[in-house]
């Protein structure tokens, strides 16, 4: 039984990883476009708030919040 908690405390450390390693990959993939032109950058930047943003109201949505 103790090998199997110890098993079970690997995942929050595996999960960290594959989330930092996810954040690092892609940040490494959108690294020259940042440092091309402003014109590159600004649009770069742009598109990753507006994919954040639909995401945030697409969700919003889904689940029903509203802020009344």
Known sequence: MQE???NVLRYPRYMISLI????????E???P???K?????????????GAF???YFTL????????V
């Open 4 to 6: 199997f908690f110890e």
């Open 37 to 49: 032109n402003k014109v590159t950058a600004t649009a770069t930047v742009g598109l990753l708030v």
């Open 60 to 67: 919003r949505a889904m689940l029903g919040l509203s802020v």
């Open 33 to 35: 476009l940042f440092f």
């Open 29 to 31: 993939w959108l690294k």
């Open 53 to 55: 943003a639909f995401l």
């Open 20 to 27: 930092l390693g996810i954040f690092i990959s892609v940040f």
